[in-house]
C-alpha cells in the first residue's frame, strides 16, 4: 500500500513538472527586435533578407535599444535606418546619411533619403563623403557593406581616417562603431575594395583604432566558410552570400 502511494505520488509530481517546466522567457532586447522586423515601417523587401543578414542578431551585437540617437553611415537603400526606426521608437532618433558622391551617382540613392525622411524619428543627410555632418551625441554609428566604399579608387586618400575622425568626435563617450563589411582574404591589400568590394578586417581594425576607438566585440553571425573571399561580391553564385565579419568598436569614456 505505501509502496502504491509512494509511485501515485512520484507520478503526480513528474506530471506537475511536465507541466509547469519553464520554457525560454523572451528577453526584453529579444521582444524589442521581434518587434521592430515586424513593424510596418519596413518593407516585405525587407523582411525578405532578414534570415540572410542574421538582422536581429546584428541588432544585438550593436546593442540597439529603445531610446537611443543611432547614425546610419551610407544607408543604401534604408534597409538598416528602417529597422533602427522601429527598434528606437519614437523617445529615439536615427540620422541616415548618404554621401553626396552616392547621391550624384545613381538617383535610386538620393530616394532612399527621401524616403527615410518621412519617418517621424529619421534625419536624412548628404553630406561629402569624407565630411559626415553628424549630430553630436550619438550612442551609435553603424555601417554595413560599405566601409570598403571608403577606400574606392574614386575617393580622395585619406577619407577613412576622415570618416572615422567623424565618428569618434560624434560618439558620446563609451558610445559604439560597428563597421560590417565583405571580408577579403587576410593579408590583401585595399586594391581589392575596388576590384571585389571587399577589405580584410585586420585592416578596418588597425584604422579604425588609429582613431582611438578601442575593440569591444566582433561576431561570426555572418561568416560563409564556403565563401573563397577571392570573388567580386556582386559575382551569380556568391552574392547574398558573402563571408562578412561583424566588429563593434567602442569610444573610451
Request: charged share 20%; aromatic share 8%.
Amino acid at each position: 500500500m505505501r509502496r502504491s502511494l509512494f509511485l501515485a505520488a512520484a507520478a503526480a509530481l513528474t506530471l506537475s513538472a511536465a507541466v509547469v517546466a519553464p520554457v525560454a522567457a523572451q528577453s526584453p532586447a529579444d521582444a524589442v527586435y521581434a518587434a521592430a522586423l515586424a513593424d510596418p515601417v519596413r518593407t516585405d523587401a525587407d523582411r525578405a533578407r532578414d534570415a540572410a543578414r542574421h538582422t536581429a542578431e546584428t541588432l544585438a551585437f550593436a546593442k540597439v535599444a529603445p531610446g537611443q540617437s543611432i547614425g546610419d553611415m551610407i544607408i543604401g537603400g534604408g534597409y538598416f535606418t528602417r529597422t533602427f526606426s522601429a527598434a528606437v521608437g519614437p523617445e529615439g532618433h536615427v540620422t541616415g546619411w548618404q554621401p553626396a558622391e552616392f547621391v550624384a551617382f545613381a538617383a535610386v540613392y538620393g530616394q532612399a533619403l527621401v524616403d527615410i525622411a518621412e519617418l517621424p524619428n529619421v534625419t536624412a543627410i548628404d553630406s561629402p563623403l569624407a565630411t559626415p555632418a553628424w549630430p553630436e551625441g550619438l550612442d551609435l554609428i553603424f555601417t554595413a557593406q560599405n566601409y570598403h566604399d571608403l577606400h574606392l579608387n574614386a575617393v580622395p586618400a585619406g577619407s577613412a581616417a576622415r570618416v572615422n575622425a567623424a565618428a569618434f568626435a560624434a560618439l558620446k563617450p563609451g558610445g559604439l562603431y560597428v563597421v560590417i563589411d565583405h571580408v577579403a582574404a587576410a593579408g590583401s591589400d585595399l586594391g581589392v575594395a575596388d576590384r571585389l568590394h571587399r577589405i580584410d578586417p585586420a585592416t578596418v581594425r588597425a584604422e579604425v583604432e588609429a582613431a582611438g576607438f578601442v575593440l569591444d566585440g566582433e561576431d561570426d553571425a555572418l561568416i560563409n566558410p564556403d565563401d573563397p573571399l577571392t570573388a567580386n561580391v556582386f559575382q551569380p553564385g556568391i552574392r547574398g552570400r558573402t563571408s562578412q565579419f561583424m566588429l563593434r568598436f567602442r569610444k573610451p569614456g
